[in-house]
């Protein structure tokens, strides 16, 4: 099993950037499909989740309006369009996937990406 995350760099704030995460190894229409993000001392925190066949997307309150999951199954590819960057947005950001799960519950994910680093300057 392998998530390969890119699409992180350093960006402005009030910029964008777009996250993908490239799934293998397993069957990705049967995973749910979320980002997570982690800053050094703290948590990880959920983002954004979609679910199996790309409906229902579901956003944390601080990112909502301002980033949008996606996903294409043909792929075995996860999205995360990110506009409006804040530097409270800086994290290291890890795709996850969720047997028949969609939400935003961390102990459900059985599969995680090694992270793409996003840096927001202000």
């Known amino acids: 099993v392998q998530l390969q995350a890119s699409g992180g760099g350093l960006v402005q704030a009030g910029g964008s950037l777009r996250l993908s995460c490239a799934a293998s190894?397993?069957?990705?229409?049967?995973?749910?499909m979320a980002w997570f993000r982690q800053v050094p001392g703290k948590e990880r925190e959920f983002v954004a989740v979609i679910s199996l066949g790309g409906g229902a997307p579901y956003y944390a309150d601080s990112v909502k309006g301002r980033f949008t999951i996606s996903r294409d199954n043909a792929k075995n590819t996860v999205y995360l369009q990110m506009i409006l960057l804040k530097p409270e947005d800086t994290a290291v950001y890890h795709c996850?996937?969720?047997?028949?799960?969609?939400?935003?519950?961390?102990?459900?994910?059985?599969?995680w990406g090694q992270g793409t680093l996003v840096t927001v300057s202000s």
């Open positions: 190894g397993f069957t990705f229409s049967n995973y749910g």
């Open positions: 996850a996937a969720a047997q028949y799960y969609s939400g935003p519950s961390i102990d459900r994910y059985n599969y």
